[in-house]
């Protein structure tokens, strides 16, 4: 027996920018809200220029076109698989920790 399963999608209708903040209103009324220095181009953007934002795809994504900036519904509803959030920075490795490179095989010169 096979059922069908009907994939919700959680779309975007409105979106609100403060100093701090950008929070994002979906269609089955759930709010999130993020903190704006998650994205450098709206914190170095104007008040107006973050108002002037535009939903694309039917709201699977915000777009700004004053400050060139796209974000997707799924990155705001599951950030760590799209960013690296402050917690999850990279580590550093010293050279004994990576993987040694395998060394080329030399060729003869062809005479």
Known sequence: MSTL???AEAL?????CTDDDLS???????TVAVPLAWFPRLVGASAKQRAGWELI???VGIHWESVDEDISVASLLQP?????????ALQPTSRAQRP???????RA???
Do not use: W
């Not at 760590?80 to 999850?88: A, G, H, I, T, V």
């Open 109 to 111: 010169a062809r005479r």
């Open 80 to 88: 760590e698989n799209f960013m690296r959030l402050p917690d999850k």
């Open 5 to 7: 399963v009907e994939r």
């Open 100 to 106: 040694a490179k395998k060394a080329k095989p030399v």
């Open 12 to 16: 975007a209708v409105d979106v609100r």
């Open 57 to 59: 795809g039917g709201g």
């Open 24 to 30: 994002v209103v979906f269609s089955d009324g759930r």
